[in-house]
């Protein structure tokens, strides 16, 4: 990973099963809390533009002293140079789910952009897991991060310290609100002076409403033992992943898809994620244009 590489070219448009009806509106997914990007390049064409933003401090180390939303507006810039203006797809596993949703309000207030929806795999609601984990009667355990024989020593220490860091950011991270929003509760899960800057910058109201999220939810939960849930599964009860508590009727959509939170872009899953995928980045299509009309 390069920073003059990013974003990274997943697939052309025309990559897609059929070339005569691909669209030419992007999809731009954001790494997962890992930082990088690897899962994207094992899908299958969806048949539209697809970019990826992998994290450009995965090798320096460097933090993120303003967490998510110091993230969200550099990946923005970043997105500039590959698609300088239009209408946008959103999306992300897990972390990049939640920097979808802190670019989508970034971008809400810029003109020259219109984020027409955001497709989040298995992102979970950060409010929601700090209120599960509270109550939950089982060890919560982290996931032991496996890694290939030929993966490089500063592959693995730069994910384990990106996971680190998004653990942080997610824990004082503001969540944004919209107009359409219900929830007139602190959203955020921690405070923390680190998170000084997100509060400072959602802290007046919006006038403006989220765009159309559909999710992507793994079936299965992560194999722990009987007295164990993983981190990832602390919500897994809730259909939506707790998102009913940051804003009610937030998803539009909810697809079940093969595998658990860590297995979901397994190659024996890789053709039915895809295919949802596709299905989801052309169904937020449809709603911007019957929405348009």
């Given amino acids: 990973m390069k920073e003059d590489e990013n974003p990274g070219l997943v697939y052309e448009a025309e990559d897609g099963p059929?070339?005569?009806?691909?669209?030419?509106?992007?999809?731009?997914?954001?790494?997962?809390?890992?930082?990088?990007?690897?899962?994207?390049?094992?899908?299958?064409?969806?048949?539209?533009?697809v970019y990826e933003i992998h994290n450009?401090?995965?090798?320096?180390?460097?933090?993120?002293?303003?967490g998510i939303p110091e993230m969200a507006r550099h990946y923005v810039e970043l997105m500039r140079n590959v698609v300088p203006h239009g209408r946008i797809l959103?999306?992300?596993?897990?972390?990049?789910?939640?920097?979808?949703?802190?670019?989508?309000?970034?971008?809400?207030?810029?003109?020259?952009?219109?984020?027409?929806?955001?497709?989040?795999?298995?992102?979970?609601c950060p409010s929601a897991y700090a209120t599960k984990t509270r109550v939950a009667k089982a060890a919560i355990v982290p996931f032991k991060h496996q890694f290939g024989p030929n993966t490089k020593q500063e592959t693995i220490e730069g994910v384990e310290r990106c996971f680190v860091e998004a653990r942080k950011s997610v824990e004082t991270w503001r969540m944004p609100r919209w107009d359409d929003?219900?929830?007139?509760?602190?959203?955020?899960?921690?405070?923390?002076?680190?998170?000084?800057?997100?509060?400072?910058?959602?802290?007046?109201?919006?006038s403006i409403k989220c765009p159309p999220t559909i999710l992507l939810r793994a079936r299965e939960a992560v194999p722990t033992e009987p007295d164990q849930v993983s981190f990832v599964d602390?919500?897994?009860?809730?259909?939506?992943?707790?998102?009913e508590e940051y804003q009610k009727d937030f998803l539009d959509e909810i697809v079940d898809i093969p595998g658990h939170h860590f297995s979901v872009f397994a190659w024996e899953h890789i053709d039915h994620v895809s295919e949802k995928l596709m299905e989801a980045c052309n169904n937020l299509e449809k709603m911007a244009t019957r929405t348009a009309l």
């Fill in 18 to 49: 059929d070339q005569l009806h691909c669209s030419q509106l992007p999809l731009v997914l954001i790494h997962d809390g890992g930082g990088t990007c690897f899962s994207y390049y094992c899908l299958n064409p969806v048949g539209r533009l």
């Fill in 56 to 66: 450009p401090h995965f090798y320096s180390g460097k933090p993120w002293p303003g």
């Fill in 90 to 124: 959103l999306g992300g596993w897990s972390l990049g789910g939640l920097l979808s949703i802190e670019m989508a309000r970034v971008l809400a207030d810029d003109p020259m952009f219109t984020v027409i929806g955001i497709v989040m795999v298995d992102s979970i």
């Fill in 181 to 206: 929003s219900d929830n007139q509760g602190d959203d955020t899960v921690k405070n923390d002076t680190n998170g000084a800057d997100s509060m400072r910058a959602h802290r007046s109201s919006s």
């Fill in 234 to 243: 602390v919500t897994r009860n809730s259909r939506s992943l707790g998102w």
